[in-house]
């Protein structure tokens, strides 16, 4: 099972998703950005380089959020989402083709990745509690 981590970076009280290019597995999904941890790596360490190579930002990485688990077609993955925070740059689309900031009600408009669906729903969850208390 291939282990590949969720950046959940939140800015203005809305989150980044992107869509993911055509000729992609999963073309034209959207999803929390992210990638495939490589040996001797932490989640930590692959969301630093994950998004500093598709977005041209540095972030900081933060809490883990939690995880989900999908059997694709193409293999199962087993996705670890962390909130990040954004520390300097400007976003430059290098692998994507499009990104928007959404609200957390707003995720389940878009048609996310099959595994970022459930990490939307506990953030929606989550928010809705909070909001509540």
């Not at 998703?17 to 930590?44: C, H, M, Y």
């Not at 692998?95 to 506990?122: C, F, G, M």
Request: charged share 30%; net charge negative; aromatic share 10%.
């Amino acid at each position: 099972m291939k282990v590949v981590t969720a950046a959940i970076l939140i800015k203005d009280q809305n989150i980044l998703i992107a869509q993911r290019k055509v000729g992609d597995k999963l073309a034209n999904k959207w999803e929390f950005p992210g990638g495939t941890i490589e040996d001797g790596e932490s989640p930590e360490q692959c969301l630093k380089r994950e998004i500093k190579e598709e977005f041209d930002i540095d972030v900081s990485v933060g809490e883990y959020i939690g995880e989900s688990v999908y059997h694709y077609n193409h293999g199962s993955i087993r996705l670890l989402a962390y909130k990040i925070y954004w520390v300097s740059g400007d976003i430059q689309l290098k692998a994507h083709k499009d990104y928007r900031w959404a609200s957390i009600d707003q995720l389940t408009n878009y048609d996310l990745a099959p595994a970022d669906v459930p990490i939307a729903k506990e953030l929606i969850k989550n928010d809705r509690q909070n909001k509540r208390n």
